[in-house]
């Protein structure tokens, strides 16, 4: 099929049109409840397809408090961590890519959210309290036995039916309510059988024991009347009253329905387990299909049982949702919640709050504002330029080593980044610095999936072969590498986005995205344009890949040398540790928390800001606009030896002094200040290390499948080595372990892991065609056949790093550092680890090939992966 240079075309013009598609901003209509007045209405959102996440465009920012006018908490510490928790699910099942959620004292949690085009829906699923409960209709006529004694106490607390007092004044209940009807002149005396309360409250039509209406328009003061203590007490014990959520339609009039229900639950919303929206076949209308765990289950199934032919209504913070089914036979785990004229949205919120639990205490909003780019403008701007640096030196060195063969490279290197970007959009990604890294990773492997052709292809024609052979047979053998390498990276990208969190999974889906683009422009795109060059030159007798090879005839004994790299490679890590061990990592205020003091200063750059504070001591603190012009946040810890990271009154005035000596006293306007806690969790290192480990897991299994299992072991050697190097690296050079070095770590076992697999690769060909070979000879002159390959693709990122180091920032800066030792690291690892320890484990655990190459009798035939088997 893919034959045809027109096929090929037209496959291409495809992906590039669909990518585009999949780029541009659309208009999305949405039905949503208007919030001053109820009413749904039809409101279009501007959807941007590729947004950015909180540290590159900032945001939303809500500041949260328990409110303890609607309840008092027993003890707000607990109840505030216990929100914070909740929080995090909530927000990330919203579906809002790595958000900020951060306590802030003892009594605040502050939300930021990215790129948030409905924020009052946000706002809504951050203050549902979503407390869940089934409860049994009354079925005694309670209410309705209770409303004369009701009537009888509200005559005796001067409250008539018109809402007057007796001689004519106000009564202190009706003061409270605001229900002064007094009419001048006219007789309101009360008889102690006026009907008060039983003239607005009616049993409604149905048939529903217990099931009561209010006209709408006399809901507000029937539930202040009910509310009085005096007339609540003369409900029968074990009965209480709730309102159904909202109004319903009797005829032609709205009324609110009044629920009289037992005042225990049968379960609550604690054993829930899962919650899904969805609309009704048979209505049309939003439902949320829940599930209870075993214990709720069992539970459920034993009051439901006994209560068969009764009523039960499902409650959400207080209030009925629809009119209570009627029990018809045992339910056990799963139910259903019918939500009425309520919108499908509001329903799949609904579940997301159900799902990750009820607020221990309902929260109110005290601070909301927009805030900047937790990078900074000029960690961004910054960013661009080294962006747009690196980008030029990579196409320089590959028009200038390649030639017209580079050319077409950086045409396909175009079509990558188009690629790449426009399967982001469609996954609906959000792009952060953690996902920027993942992008340069995968663009250092879509550049080495090109050179490994291109290398390839000059080793056909050195060999004497024709153009069009030797393009042939340069893809041909470059294509076992090329996707050996990148499998094992997606495998280990696949780890972290089920393990990881936050920053992790970005950084996992970027390169995931990445990778398959590479491939696709690499060995699809690439060849096309040598197809339709030939084409088009169909007498030509040679192609231009470039006159300069690096070490073309390299021929070194790197085998020889691994005793000494041992030593070097021990030295180096045994520092490291030790280092380590004394002083231990430097973790920044997004691990362990800091504080926050707000200022206003007019007119001040932020990198101006940032400067400050670095020469003062406050290294890695994260400025952030707020509010209006001049406004910023400052999130900083104090960096003096001895001093306590979480003292937050020492943290402040270190932040003012740093301020005073850049700004001058009186320059800028001090704001509040307070302890802030961790931005991610433990669980981030946690999980991203248990993912890396179980992803070798994974790598070992597929390399034991392609080659066998002395390689994987051999390639998860070298990467565990690398990853204990730039931790010890990282602690040597006293950098913050902030989320820009994890997204550099997690790069460099990206590529740690690729350079070792292309040279096991060339390993097993070379095992195949040199059969007679001693095993350290095939190592030896598969490094060095592959040393070019390796010396131009890693020239062309230490190219970028350069431009990152440089034109970077102080932000960027510590990424393009870890990822200067993480190359070398890779390249050395691959080299003086990964091989050695394969000729250890071959000499220790003879393959076949080894024993057939000891007795001097190797056959032609290869077993799985290309590896001879002896005579038997």
Do not use: C
């Not at 070992?700 to 994987?712: D, I």
Request: charged share 20%; glycine share 10%.
């Amino acid at each position: 099929m893919f034959t045809s240079i027109r096929n090929r075309l037209i496959v291409t013009a495809i992906l590039v049109v669909a990518a585009i598609i999949a780029l541009i901003p659309r208009n999305r209509t949405v039905r949503e409840r208007d919030p001053k007045t109820g009413v749904m209405t039809d409101v279009q959102h501007r959807q941007v397809p590729l947004s950015l996440g909180l540290d590159l465009q900032g945001g939303m920012h809500l500041a949260l408090e328990l409110d303890q006018s609607k309840q008092v908490s027993s003890d707000p510490k607990r109840d505030i961590d216990l929100a914070l928790a909740i929080l995090r699910k909530r927000v990330d099942a919203f579906g809002v890519q790595e958000p900020l959620i951060q306590k802030v004292g003892d009594s605040r949690i502050v939300v930021e959210l990215a790129g948030l085009k409905d924020p009052e829906r946000a706002k809504a699923v951050v203050q549902q309290s979503a407390f869940l409960e089934f409860r049994i209709t009354d079925k005694t006529d309670a209410l309705t036995k209770a409303l004369p004694a009701m009537d009888r106490e509200l005559h005796a607390l001067g409250v008539t039916a018109s809402g007057a007092k007796e001689a004519g004044k106000p009564s202190a209940v009706q003061q409270l309510l605001g229900n002064d009807t007094t009419k001048k002149g006219a007789d309101s005396t009360a008889s102690p059988g006026e009907a008060i309360l039983s003239a607005l409250i009616q049993p409604a039509p149905g048939g529903v024991p217990g099931e009561y209406m209010v006209p709408e328009s006399a809901y507000p003061r029937v539930d202040s009347l009910i509310n009085i203590p005096a007339v609540q007490r003369l409900l029968p014990r074990g009965v209480v009253l709730r309102w159904m959520a909202g109004a319903q339609s009797v005829g032609v009039q709205q009324y609110r329905f009044l629920y009289a229900l037992a005042d225990r639950a049968i379960v609550t919303g604690d054993r829930l387990v899962d919650a899904q929206a969805q609309l009704d076949p048979l209505t049309n209308g939003p439902v949320v299909n829940f599930e209870l765990d075993r214990a709720g289950g069992r539970k459920f199934g034993e009051e439901t049982g006994r209560h068969v032919g009764d009523y039960m209504a499902i409650l959400l913070d207080g209030y009925v949702q629809g009119r209570p089914p009627v029990i018809e036979s045992r339910i056990d785990r799963n139910g259903r919640i019918t939500l009425g004229n309520k919108t499908i949205q509001e329903a799949q919120d609904l579940a997301l709050t159900l799902r990750a639990g009820a607020l221990p205490i309902p929260l109110k909003i005290v601070e909301q504002g927009e805030v900047g780019a937790s990078l900074g403008r000029d960690s961004i701007r910054d960013g661009i330029t080294a962006g747009v640096v690196g980008t030029a030196l990579v196409v320089l060195i590959m028009l200038g080593y390649y030639a017209m063969s580079g050319l077409l490279a950086v045409g396909a290197l175009a079509l990558y980044v188009l690629l790449t970007l426009g399967g982001l959009a469609g996954f609906g990604a959000t792009l952060t610095l953690p996902g920027l890294a993942g992008l340069i990773l995968s663009v250092g492997i879509a550049v080495d999936a090109n050179v490994l052709i291109f290398e390839r292809i000059r080793e056909e024609l050195q060999h004497g072969k024709s153009v069009r052979l030797a393009v042939e047979e340069g893809f041909k053998h470059a294509m076992p590498a090329i996707i050996d390498s990148n499998i094992s990276t997606v495998l280990t990208a696949l780890f972290l986005f089920q393990f990881g969190t936050g920053p992790v999974k970005g950084f996992a889906v970027t390169l995931i995205v990445g990778i398959i683009a590479s491939m696709v422009t690499a060995v699809f795109v690439t060849r096309t344009f040598y197809m339709l060059w030939l084409k088009r030159h169909p007498a030509m007798d040679s192609i231009s890949v470039g006159k300069v090879r690096l070490f073309a005839h390299a021929n070194y004994d790197f085998i020889k040398l691994r005793h000494y790299a041992y030593g070097l490679s021990g030295a180096i890590i045994g520092l490291g540790l030790v280092v380590l061990a004394i002083r231990g990592l430097n973790y920044s205020i997004e691990f362990t928390g800091g504080t926050m003091v707000q200022v206003q200063a007019q007119g001040v750059d932020v990198a101006k800001l940032r400067r400050g504070l670095d020469a003062n001591g406050l290294h890695g603190a994260e400025i952030t606009e707020f509010g209006g012009p001049g406004g910023y946040v400052i999130r900083a810890r104090e960096a003096v030896a001895g001093s306590d990271a979480n003292n937050t009154e020492a943290t402040t005035n270190a932040v003012f002094r740093a301020l005073d000596a850049t700004l001058g006293a009186g320059h800028y306007q001090r704001g509040r200040s307070a302890g802030v806690g961790p931005k991610v969790g433990g669980e981030l290192r946690t999980q991203a290390f248990l993912a890396i480990f179980l992803s070798f897991f994974a790598v070992l299994a597929y390399l034991a499948y392609r080659f066998e299992w002395r390689f994987g072991l051999a390639a998860i050697g070298a990467t565990a080595h690398d990853i204990i190097a730039t931790i010890a690296f990282i602690g040597v050079m006293k950098l913050e372990v902030s989320l820009v070095v994890v997204a550099g770590v997690l790069t460099m076992v990206g590529y740690s892991l690729n350079d070792t697999i292309i040279i096991f690769d060339r390993v097993r060909e070379n095992l195949k065609k040199h059969q007679r070979m001693g095993f350290a000879d095939i190592l030896n002159l598969s490094i060095n056949e592959t040393l070019p390959r390796s010396i131009l693709t890693h020239g062309t990122t230490l190219s970028t790093l350069l431009a990152l180091t440089i034109f970077g920032g102080e932000v960027i800066r510590p990424f393009a550092l870890v990822m200067f030792f993480g190359v070398f690291t890779g390249t050395f690892s691959s080299i003086y680890i990964a091989s050695p320890v394969l000729m250890w484990i071959e000499q220790r655990w003879p393959g076949p090939a080894a024993r057939a190459l000891k007795a001097g009798r190797a056959q032609p035939a290869a077993s799985r992966g290309g590896r001879p088997q002896p005579v038997a």
